[in-house]
């Protein structure tokens, strides 16, 4: 029996909620009768799946629902952000069962934060007295760019000292599991993903707004890759004329306009809230940056201007994006999305609704996501599971 077809019969149990019986998965794989009875033997034996009642059919003996069993199997995922750590357990089910959030008061070593991601993962597990066995493995969502097939962090934004660390490697020898290391907004699209149908005409962009900001792109229903999985390094787009000096050199780029450190900074400069900000204390810029955006949700003007002017930067650079894509929607999420993000959604939507090459064709839908602010923890663990559950080349993976 082929793993592949194995994972082709789960893939489909797994996404269907009412379940499935042998005859409705024998018309939907093609396989034969006795095929489909030795995979679901195999599944039920490995406790993957479960026999859920009895469906009554006109004609013939009635047909047992084979269902996932939600709580056989689990993956773990942590969001590796410069100011947070965040941690979820996720069942086959790919439903959140257990969070945690460590804030990171200052950026620490790499061999300190693999410790601290170790021990943080351990307690996620022991918290909710899940053996430890049924544990598939962690998937670690970290800024980009990364070295995928090394799964190494290469110079990620704002944490010091991480030139190069090879954090799949040293996690995995921590903790023993198996470790996938992805971009952060890799990760959120894989969740978005996750969470609607498994469809072949989703087309959409994911665009993830953390300390920095990232896309993602979805095209037929699979999360595009690029040659060394970096799709997505919009940072540096423009945002037009003028703006705030990027390290890069030029003018206006778009994460120097849209970055919570600047928008603090800039809220600062003025006089909207009160000075210093320490540029290197994240946490701090944090909790600044959700200040402001309270302050803008309790009708403060000059707040709310400062984040719609940061909402039309952000548009110039979506134009571009949705442009060269032709996607049916953009998505948004992210932490520094979440307490903006209603407000950025009215400006985007204004600002984009004449100006998309392909407005007169069809509608692109502007919309923020609805997982939250763990998006990329969720869905660093539910690539764990898509590894591990979903038919490829390299099959089912689990025995
Ligand atoms: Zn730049």
Request: aromatic share 4%.
């Amino acid at each position: 029996m082929s793993a592949f077809n194995q994972a082709v019969v789960l893939d489909l149990v797994r996404r269907s909620e009412a379940g499935l019986s042998r005859v409705e998965l024998i018309g939907a794989t093609g396989l034969s009768t006795q095929t489909v009875s030795n995979i679901a033997r195999r599944l039920l034996d490995l406790g993957l799946i479960r026999e859920s009642g009895k469906v009554h059919v006109p004609q013939g003996k009635p047909r047992t629902t084979l269902t996932i069993d939600p709580s056989s199997r689990y993956a773990v995922g942590a969001h590796l952000d410069p100011s947070m750590l965040t941690f979820v357990l996720l069942d086959l089910a790919g439903t959140v069962v257990h969070r945690r959030h460590v804030p990171v008061e200052a950026v620490a070593s790499p061999d300190e934060t693999v410790a601290r991601l170790a021990s943080a993962i351990e307690e996620l597990i022991s918290e909710t007295g899940i053996p430890r066995t049924l544990v598939l493995g962690v998937g670690i969502a970290a800024p980009g760019p990364i070295e995928f097939d090394q799964g190494a962090v290469v110079g990620p934004p704002m944490l010091t000292g991480w030139e190069r660390v090879e954090l799949r490697e040293s996690l995995g020898k921590a903790t023993g599991f198996n470790v996938f290391l992805d971009k952060d907004s890799t990760a959120a699209a894989h969740a978005e993903l996750w969470v609607r149908e498994k469809r072949s005409d989703q087309n959409f962009a994911f665009i993830y707004l953390g300390s920095g900001i990232g896309a993602a792109v979805v095209m037929n229903g699979e999360v595009v890759r690029g040659s060394s999985n970096n799709v997505g390094e919009i940072g540096h787009f423009s945002t037009g004329e003028g703006g705030r000096l990027c390290s890069c050199g030029r003018m206006g780029c778009l994460g120097v306009s849209v970055m919570p450190v600047q928008l603090v900074r800039e809220a600062v400069t003025e006089g909207i809230i009160a000075g210093p900000v320490e540029d290197t204390d994240l946490l701090l810029i944090t909790g600044r940056f959700r200040d402001l955006a309270a302050l803008a949700d309790a009708g403060d003007e000059r707040a709310d201007a400062l984040f719609r002017a940061a909402g039309a930067r952000l548009a110039r650079a979506v134009e571009d994006v949705a442009n060269l894509l032709d996607v049916d929607g953009i998505v948004f999420g992210g932490p520094s999305w979440s307490p903006v993000g209603s407000r950025y959604l009215e400006v985007l939507r204004a600002a984009l609704s004449t100006r998309l090459a392909m407005g007169m064709i069809h509608e692109v839908e502007l919309a923020g996501s609805v997982l939250g602010e763990d998006i990329a923890a969720v869905g660093a663990a539910s690539i764990v599971l898509d590894h591990v559950l979903a038919p490829r080349s390299g099959g089912l993976l689990l025995e």
